[in-house]
């Protein structure tokens, strides 16, 4: 079952402005990663943040995390029409003796930045 | 440093026969895992191999099974071929499995079976 819901599906913003999406899932998590595919291709992985960690930063890139209301945001600042893609959010649920290897993903949201 | 190598790009099978997709994941990384990206369902986890051994699996049917080779890189076989295989199937690698371990991701290889 999907564990990771993104929200929202799509999303449609200008060149240049920000874009946020969030992400809620249900168990307690090792970590929660974020991925962007374009057109249907492979995942390109953005970052990470450990389940011990409340906020990280990478370039253009904010991600939060909030284990007590389980979910997560991403900010894109300042975007760009490369940034056009399709954006998931994977967590690896915590499970005794360790992680069991399945990163569980939702369904991605879909951003499109105009220029 | 390469990244995780996907072959084929496209494969087009009928139903019934078999399909063969192969994986090499980044120099140095030990796990490989199998994941299904079909139309409507996201997302799926397949198979995990480390070390050359099958550590979980997903809920799929047994046709679809994998090994993981001496040198790490991996197969997945998928037999009795069914139209709702069809699906951009997704490999990946990482190089230990801890808690904090990023997951790197191939192209993909997209099956269709008609």
């Known amino acids: 079952s999907q564990q990771g819901e993104e929200d929202p599906q799509a999303l449609s913003i200008q060149e240049g402005e920000n874009a946020t999406m969030n992400c809620s899932y249900k168990?307690?998590?090792?970590?929660l990663q974020w991925y962007r595919q374009n057109s249907g291709r492979g995942l390109v992985h953005l970052i990470l943040?450990?389940?011990?960690?409340r906020e990280k930063h990478s370039g253009r890139l904010r991600v939060t995390l909030d284990t007590s209301k389980k979910s997560s945001s991403l900010l894109i600042t300042a975007s760009r029409a490369a940034d056009t893609a399709s954006y998931f959010c994977?967590?690896?649920?915590?499970?005794?003796?360790?992680?069991?290897?399945?990163?569980?993903f939702g369904k991605g949201t879909k951003l499109s930045v105009k220029p | 440093e390469a990244g995780v190598t996907q072959s084929p790009t496209h494969l087009i099978k009928t139903r019934g026969q078999q399909a063969t997709l192969r994986c090499s994941p980044i120099?140095?990384?030990?796990?490989v895992y199998w994941y299904q990206q079909a139309l409507g369902l996201g997302l799926q986890f397949l198979l995990w191999?480390?070390?050359?051994?099958?550590?979980n699996r997903g809920n799929f049917p047994p046709r679809f099974s994998g090994r993981q080779f001496p040198n790490y890189s991996s197969e997945l076989n998928v037999n009795a071929l069914e139209l709702e295989d069809s699906a951009l199937y997704l490999c990946?690698?990482?190089?230990?499995?801890?808690?904090?371990?990023?997951?790197?991701f191939g192209q993909g290889t997209r099956l269709t079976v008609v």
């Open positions: 120099s140095g990384h030990t796990s």
């Open positions: 943040i450990r389940s011990n960690e």
């Open positions: 168990t307690s998590i090792n970590n």
């Open positions: 990946a690698s990482s190089s230990a499995l801890t808690v904090y371990t990023e997951a790197f």
């Open positions: 994977a967590t690896d649920p915590m499970n005794y003796g360790g992680s069991q290897g399945n990163l569980i």
């Open positions: 191999y480390d070390e050359g051994e099958e550590r």
